[in-house]
């Protein structure tokens, strides 16, 4: 899938969580219904980490690219020497570490721990990154022809605000765990990057979700749909059904959430 359809797969995955939550008696207060669908959609980018050509690659300019470059090369290292007899030996690690449930949620539980250990500035970063992430893929074309620097800018200025009403009393940083205030906020991050392994097992390639479990002999075993209801990345079925799809979900859920907290 492409950047705009992972983003706002991700921000309705988040929504249908809320009206699950909502409907299980522990709604989300509505600052965590918006911050956790805005920091799913970013997170929903991150596992592209891995190329150096990816919207989140391109996202915080030299920074972003160097890093993606070390990623390149660190899941490059793990595939080649943990790929099975029959598997192939990679020049690049695109697809591979990075894009399995075991990193997703390292990935979260690493931003839950930082949060807890490091509070509001953690809080703020995390927000700061995911925000300017979420414009990007949400809003990809007019990002594209925007200033870097103004898409930061409006990150950073989003962040602040929207943990000014997280801290706020009943607004949601101790939602789900009373003792330990943002906890939760690896949750939406480790989402985002399940929900970008799904949507690219519904591609040609699949995505090797879960690894190391050996499947038919490979530890790099692309799951996915049936061949006959794969799709390259970008394809109408992308942009035409799946990305309608994905709103009219999103805006139900949304709508469920809301109405059964009140």
Known sequence: MMGPAHS????????????????????MPWPVLLAGALICAGAALAPD???????ISRAFGPFS???????????????????????????????TLTHTWLWALALGAGFSAAAVAWGRWAVLATLFVHLVLAVEGLLWRMARVSS??????LGATSAWLIADFLDQPGNGSTWLFP???YLWIGLPIALGAIVHTIGDALTISG???????????KRWYPVG?????????????????LMPLFMVIGAASAVGATVMTF
């Open 8 to 27: 706002l797969s991700g921000a309705m995955a988040w929504l249908v969580v809320g009206a699950g939550a909502a409907y299980a008696e522990h709604p």
């Open 49 to 55: 980490l891995d190329h150096k050509s990816a919207t």
């Open 65 to 95: 690219k160097i890093l993606a470059g070390i990623i390149d090369k660190i899941a490059e290292a793990v595939y080649n020497s943990t790929r099975a007899k029959g598997e192939r030996r990679r020049t690049s690690g695109h697809r």
């Open 148 to 153: 870097d620097v103004l898409v930061w800018l």
């Open 179 to 181: 003792d330990k205030p």
């Open 207 to 217: 995505c090797p979700v879960l690894w190391p479990l050996p499947i038919a002999g």
């Open 225 to 241: 749909t049936p061949q006959f209801m794969r799709f390259r990345a970008g394809a109408p079925v992308e942009n035409k059904v």
